[in-house]
C-alpha cells in the first residue's frame, strides 16, 4: 500500500484543533488500496419515499471514511444498510449489493447477529445499558462467546476500556451504574463496548456530538489509534472534524452521493459544486 506523510493540517477557527496533538497525517494514496467494504448501486425506500439513490463507495481497510452532508441526506440510513440496521425499520426496502470481503452481507446465509458483530455501531446519543460499567463491556463478549470464564472476560473488558481511553478513570467503579458517568464517560464507554468483540468495521453516526471540545478531541484521538486495527466509518456534521480525522470523504446531497475522494481532495479541491458549497458553508 502507497502511503504519503503530509503534516499539512486543514486550517480552520474551530477552537477544537487547538486541543489536538499536531499529528503527522498518514494519506493513503487510493491505487492498490484495500477495500472493506463496497456499496454498489443502493437504493433505501421508506415505504414508498425512496431515501438513499444509486449509492456506490467503496470502504477502505484500517482507514477513516467520513460521511457529511446536509440533514436528512440519508447518512444514517446508509451507515445502518452496513449492518443490517435497517433490517428492522418498518418499511424499510433496500435494493443494491453492499459487500464485506467481497461476500454479500445481504445473502440468505448471512447470520445478521454475527454480522453486526463484525460491524459494530456507535450511536450519537451515548446508549449504556442499565447495568454496572463492566458488564456494558462484558456484555457482547459473553453473547458472542468471545470470553471464556471470569479471567478472560476481566482481560477482554479491561484491554477494552484501556483502548477506549477510560479505565484510569472507571477503574475503581467498574461495578457501578455506567448511567452515573459523565457523557463522554458514557461514549468512550460505549466505543469500549463495540470494540470488545472486537469488529472488523466500526460505524460511529456523529459520535461527538453531544460531547464538549475535551472530550470530542480524546474521541478523534482514540479513533486515530483505532485505526489500526479497525475500518471506521464516521458520521460528522463538523468539517472541522472530518477533515481531522479521516482520509477519506464522501459527501451526501439529497440522497444521493454527489463526490467521494480522499479527504485532502474534497476539502481543498472538490470537483462537485455542491461539495464546494457545503463546505464552504453556503448552504446546508
Ligand atoms: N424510519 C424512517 N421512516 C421513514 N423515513 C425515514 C426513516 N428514517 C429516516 N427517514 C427519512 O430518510 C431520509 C434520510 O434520513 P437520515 O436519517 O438517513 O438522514 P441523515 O443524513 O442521517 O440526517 P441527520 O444529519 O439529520 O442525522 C430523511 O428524509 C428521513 O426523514
Ligand atoms: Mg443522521
Not at 463507495?57 to 435497517?86: E, V, W, Y
Not at 479491561?158 to 461514549?187: C, H, I, M, Y
Not at 483505532?226 to 456534521?237: A, C, D, R, S
Request: hydrophobic share 40%.
Amino acid at each position: 500500500m502507497d502511503t504519503v506523510m503530509t503534516t499539512e493540517r486543514i486550517q480552520s477557527d474551530d477552537a477544537l484543533v487547538r486541543y489536538l496533538p499536531d499529528k503527522p497525517k498518514l494519506v493513503t494514496l487510493p491505487s492498490g488500496a484495500d477495500v472493506k467494504m463496497t456499496a454498489e448501486g443502493v437504493n433505501v425506500f421508506y415505504g414508498e419515499k425512496q431515501a438513499l439513490d444509486d449509492i456506490s463507495i467503496d470502504i477502505h481497510s484500517k482507514q477513516i471514511t467520513a460521511l457529511i452532508g446536509p440533514s436528512g441526506c440519508g447518512k444514517t440510513t446508509f451507515l445502518r444498510c452496513l449492518n443490517r440496521m435497517n433490517d428492522v425499520v418498518d418499511g424499510c426496502r433496500i435494493t443494491g449489493r453492499i459487500t464485506m470481503d467481497g461476500e454479500d452481507i445481504y445473502a440468505p446465509k448471512v447470520d445478521v447477529v454475527s454480522l453486526r458483530g463484525q460491524v459494530g455501531m456507535v450511536f450519537q446519543k451515548p446508549n449504556p445499558f442499565p447495568k454496572s460499567i463492566f458488564e456494558n463491556v462484558a456484555y457482547g463478549p459473553k453473547i458472542h462467546g468471545y470470553a471464556h470464564g471470569n479471567d478472560e472476560l476481566e482481560e477482554v473488558v479491561v484491554r477494552s476500556l484501556n483502548k477506549a481511553g477510560l479505565f484510569e478513570e472507571v477503574k475503581d467503579r467498574l461495578q457501578e451504574p455506567a448511567t452515573g458517568l459523565s457523557g463522554g464517560q458514557q461514549q468512550r464507554l460505549c466505543i469500549a463496548r463495540a470494540i470488545a468483540i472486537n469488529p472488523a468495521v466500526l460505524l460511529m453516526d456523529e459520535p461527538c456530538s453531544a460531547l464538549d471540545p475535551i472530550a470530542t478531541a480524546r474521541i478523534e484521538d482514540l479513533m486515530w489509534e483505532l485505526k489500526e486495527n479497525f475500518t471506521i466509518i464516521i458520521v460528522t456534521h463538523s468539517m472541522q472534524q472530518a477533515s481531522r480525522v479521516s482520509q477519506r470523504t464522501g459527501f451526501f446531497h439529497m440522497g444521493v452521493l454527489a463526490e467521494t475522494g480522499t479527504t485532502e481532495q474534497i476539502f481543498q479541491n472538490p470537483v462537485d459544486a455542491r461539495t464546494r458549497d457545503y463546505i464552504t458553508g453556503r448552504f446546508g
